[in-house]
T-cell receptor, first 114, second 113 residues
Framework: KAGVTQTPRYLIKTRGQQVTLSCSPI?????VSWYQQTPGQGLQFLFEYFSETQRNKGNFPGRFSGRQFSNSRSEMNVSTLELGDSALYLC?????????????FGNGTRLTVT | GENVEQHPSTLSVQEGDSAVIKCTYSDSASNYFPWYKQELGKGPQLIIDIRSNVGEKKDQRIAVTLNKTAKHFSLHITETQPEDSAVYFCAASRGAAGNKLTFGGGTRVLVKP
């Protein structure tokens, strides 16, 4: 079974621009979560989607948004980029949203904001 | 909200020795505790997890112990090998629908041959 696939692997954007990251979950997994990883703040939860509905949201500003499609693929969008948004963005999937199944992570998208 | 503290932040061991990483959590309602290994350029990989109804779980050279009363859990790696060198993260979750994982700050493990 293929793992969680994230595209692109690397992105360089300028302050003020917006960016869209894509995630394809493991086949059969219906829940997709997004995490931000930085050296200073570590791994922080952004949001989780299940059956195209946002189930939970972390403490990030409204510039961070996401969505999930009917095939469980997900995208996250960051508008009006700031230098502090430079990070590794990780997508993770699991079969359901009960919290009883383990999360499997992709290799992330490295976003650099200049 | 939940807070997870992880120690040590770095750990250097000789090949063949054991490595122990400790985590404490604050939310007594947390009931699911996974451990992840992250290698350079890759995402975190689940290596073992434990639920609150179990005190210990073992998978080959890796074991995890949980003390619910003290709200701490530990990862034990025996007979360490160079390929065990990586950053390890503990995490905690309430395990209910939609609940997020709260991660510890990570431990960089270096296994010296």
């Amino acid at each position: 079974k293929a793992g969680v696939t994230q595209t692109p692997r690397y992105l360089i954007k300028t302050r003020g621009q917006q960016v869209t990251l894509s995630c394809s979950p493991i086949s059969g997994h219906r829940s997709v979560s997004w995490y931000q990883q930085t050296p200073g703040q570590g791994l922080q939860f952004l949001f989780e989607y299940f059956s195209e509905t946002q189930r939970n949201k972390g403490n990030f500003p409204g510039r961070f948004s996401g969505r999930q499609f009917s095939n469980s693929r997900s995208e996250m969008n960051v508008s009006t980029l700031e230098l502090g948004d430079s990070a590794l963005y990780l997508c993770a999937s699991r079969p359901d949203s009960t919290g009883n199944s383990p999360l499997h992570f992709g290799n992330g998208t490295r976003l650099t904001v200049t | 909200g939940e807070n997870v503290e992880q120690h040590p932040s770095t750990l250097s061991v000789q090949e063949g020795d054991s490595a122990v990483i400790k985590c404490t959590y604050s939310d007594s309602a947390s009931n699911y505790f996974p451990w992840y290994k992250q290698e350079l350029g890759k995402g975190p990989q689940l290596i073992i997890d434990i639920r609150s109804n179990v005190g210990e779980k073992k998978d080959q050279r890796i074991a995890v112990t949980l003390n619910k009363t003290a709200k701490h859990f530990s990862l034990h790696i025996t007979e360490t090998q160079p390929e065990d060198s990586a950053v390890y993260f503990c995490a905690a979750s309430r395990g209910a629908a939609g609940n997020k994982l709260t991660f510890g700050g990570g431990t960089r493990v270096l296994v010296k041959p």
